[in-house]
């Protein structure tokens, strides 16, 4: 072929077709087209449901990731805090059980207390209130320490009492403090009544060490006496005002080789426990001293 005949002329770098503004015309007519169909007919729904229909489980599966990971976030924040509001919790049900202690404490003391004053009214002796500090470090004695001494004009010998009975005397006193000895104590003795009978006796710290009884000695053997019977201060030995409760009868032992009963006496007064007591002002400062014998008389006689 010679070489003339062939076509010199460059080949198109883009074909020719419509212009971009026509296109777009016609596709944003087309979309609005396909919008207001869409929207009056619902023409697209049953392919829109199709596709998603098929996307569902590749969805899925990639949303598992991201709710393992959003499910271990919430699960250790929320076991963190379970964790602080069961130590919250436990601290105030701590807080609530020691107020319901304190509570029921301040309640029984009060009644107490109440029983007190209603013991005090009742007596025709000069009381002072004190509280019982601690018991003495001696443990072959039955004594407590109180916080009234010389200061408040305790004396020694002055009995105490709590709003049950009598629960010991004053055996030492100190400017502030006072030591009490208690009727339970071996080395104390008590002078009692027996209010059903009128029998006097006279009771004595039980001997065995911590037992927290009393003996009634020196009673015959056919007294009559009875379990159950009250014991209350006789007063004739002018340190315990008389009608005071002591103790009541607990066991009765009568042998034959032995002219006298064994009795054993349970106290009143909260030996072991008693918190706010009353001290008395002694029977001896109470009653008038006795009048001195007065001169002998002059002999009678008449001059002879």
Known sequence: ??????????????????SALSKLVVFSLLALLLAVADLRFRIVQPLRATIATVLYPLQWALLQPVRLVQSSGHYFESL???????????????????????????ALENVRLRRLLEMRERLNTPALAAQVLYDAADPYTRKVVIDKGAVAAVQAGAPV???????????????????????????????????????RGLAFGDPAARSGLLELRFMDANVDIQTGDLLTTSGVDGVYPPGLPVARVAAIERRADSAFARLSC??????????????LQPMADQVASRPQDSASEPRRGGSR
């Not at 964790?83 to 029921?104: D, F, I, K, N, P």
């Not at 072991?272 to 001290?279: F, I, M, R």
């Open 80 to 106: 963190a805090d379970s964790q602080a509001r069961e130590a919250a919790a436990q601290y105030q049900l701590g807080l609530q059980s020691q107020r319901a202690l304190q509570v029921e404490q301040l």
């Open 161 to 199: 009492i709590d709003e049950t009975g009598i629960l010991g005397q004053v055996t030492r006193v100190y400017p502030l403090v006072s030591e009490v000895t208690l009727i339970t104590d071996r080395n104390q003795a008590i002078p009692v009544l027996n209010v059903r009978t009128g029998v």
């Open 1 to 18: 072929m010679p070489l003339g005949t062939l076509d010199g002329t460059p080949p198109p770098f883009f074909r020719q077709g419509p």
């Open 266 to 279: 349970t106290p009143v007064a909260r030996v072991n426990g008693s918190l706010h007591v009353l001290v």
